[in-house]
C-alpha cells in the first residue's frame, strides 16, 4: 500500500482527489500529487503547513527507495565474455532490444494515426532519451495530466519564452514577416506572420486573406494591424513577397509610419532573378529536360532504383529553399551524375528492361547522349550556380548584413566562369541589376553591409562609397 494514503482521504471515491488530513485541502492529480503537497519542494504544488516531521520525512524515504529500485531493475545482466564475444553477444542483444522497442512505438503510430515526420522533431528525440533515462517501470502520463497540469505547465513556459522574445525586440528591435501561400484544397489564400529577432523567430498568427490581398488598402491595414500589435516602436521592417499589391500596401505602410522600413523579400527577388533567367533560350531548354527526364524516373520506382544503382545511392531530385532553387538544383545533379547517367541508359539492365519501348524512355536517352543538351546545362549553371549557391547561403546566415557582398561575389563568379567574356553574361548582368535596382536594393541592406566587421574591414574601399553610405545616413534618420 502507498504509504501516502494513511496521510489523506479520496473524495467521493474519486482516485484523482484527495484530502489531506492536516490542513483539509484537497488537491487534484492522484496520490503523487497529494504526497508533493505533503513533501513539498514541487513549485507547482503548494506545501502543507501542518504536516509533521516525521510524516515528512517517511515519505520521502518512500520516494528514494522506490527510485532506487527502479534503478536496479533498469541495469543490465552482463555475463563474463572476452571483449570480442561481449561484444557479439551484446551487440545482437541490443539489436533484438531495439528491434522490439521500435516496433512498439511503431504500434503506437499505427494506432494513434500519427502522422510519421514526427519523429523529425526534436521533442520527439528529446522524449525517447528522457524515457531511457529513466529506465525500467516508468509510468506513463494519464490522460488527465497530459490535458490538464502538463499542458497548462507548457503553456505557461510557452508565455514565459515569448515574453522574453518581446524584451528582446524591445531592446533590440526585429522584422515582421509575412509569408503566404494557397491552400489548394479549400482554394484560399493564406498569410502566416512571424517575427524574428537576434533571439529567433516566433510564429504570432495565421490569417484567410483571399479577398485581401486583392486590394492594397485592405492589405495595408492588415499589416498595419500586425505593426501595431507588435508594437511599432519594436518594428525595425516589415518584409513581404514582391507581388505588386505588397509593394503598394508596404509604401502606405512606410508613409504611415516613417520610423519602419517596408522590405521586399530577399529569397524571393532571387528567386525572380532565375525565373527571369530561366527565360533565356539555352537555359530554359535545358530546364525543360532535366524536370521531364526527373519527372519520369520518379514517376517509376522500378527505374528509380535502376538510378540509385548506377549513381552510388545519389538522388537527382533535392528540394531547395525555392521553386527554381529546387529546379536549378536538380540540374546540377545531372550534371554531377552525367557520366552515370551514360552509363545507365547504355547499359544491359538498360536494355533488358521494359523502358527502352517506351517513348518518354526513348525520348530520354536522346537527351542524356545528346551533347547539346550537357552543353546548355553547363551554360546554365554558370549563370545560376553563384545566386543558387547564395540562397541556400542565406538559410545559414542573416540575409540583411550579406546581401550586398552576396551579389558582387555572385556576378564575379558568373563572370569568371565565363573567363570575363563579356558578351557570354552580359545580359544575365542586366536582369541581376534590373531586379536588384527596383526590389533588392534597399537603405538596411547598405546598412547592414556598412556595419558588417567582417566585410567593413576587409574591404574597406567597398564599403566606403556614395552608395553604401547613403543607405547608412537614410537608415539612421528613419529609424534614430
Known sequence: MDPGRKYGTCVSNNTNKWKCIFCMKVTNGGISRLKHHLVGGNTSVTVCPNCPEHVR????NDAIKKAEERAAQS????????DGEADRVLGACDKDLRDKTCAGIARWFYDACIAFNVVTYDSFKEMTHLIAQYGMGLKPPSMH??????????????????????NEWASKGCSLMSDGWRDSVVQKDIVNFLVNSPKGSVFMKSKEVSEVVKDATLLFKLLDEMVEEV???????????????????GKLLEAKR?????????????DLMLEDIGKLEPVKNALQKCIFMSGYIYCRVPLVNMMRRFTNQHNLHRPAVTRFATSFITMSQFHIQQANLKKMVTSDDWNKSKWPKEAEAKKMKQYILQESFWRNVAYALKLNGPLVLGMVDGDTKPAM????????????????????????YENVFEIIDRRWNCQLHQPLHAAGYFLNPAIHYANPEDVCCEEVETGLYNCINRLV
Open 57 to 60: 520525512a517517511e515519505l520521502q
Open 75 to 82: 541495469l543490465r545482466y552482463e555475463p563474463v565474455l572476452n
Open 145 to 166: 495530466e497530459l490535458r490538464v497540469p502538463l499542458l497548462q505547465r507548457e503553456v505557461a513556459e510557452t508565455h514565459t519564452m515569448l515574453l522574453q522574445h518581446k
Open 231 to 249: 508594437g511599432e516602436k519594436n518594428v525595425v521592417q516589415m518584409i513581404t513577397d514582391n507581388a505588386s499589391n505588397y509593394v503598394k500596401a
Open 258 to 270: 516613417p520610423n519602419l522600413y517596408w522590405t521586399p523579400c530577399a529569397a524571393h527577388c532571387l
Open 401 to 424: 548584413v550579406y546581401i550586398y557582398a552576396a551579389m558582387d561575389r555572385a556576378k564575379e563568379a558568373i563572370a569568371r566562369s565565363f573567363k570575363m567574356k563579356q558578351e557570354k
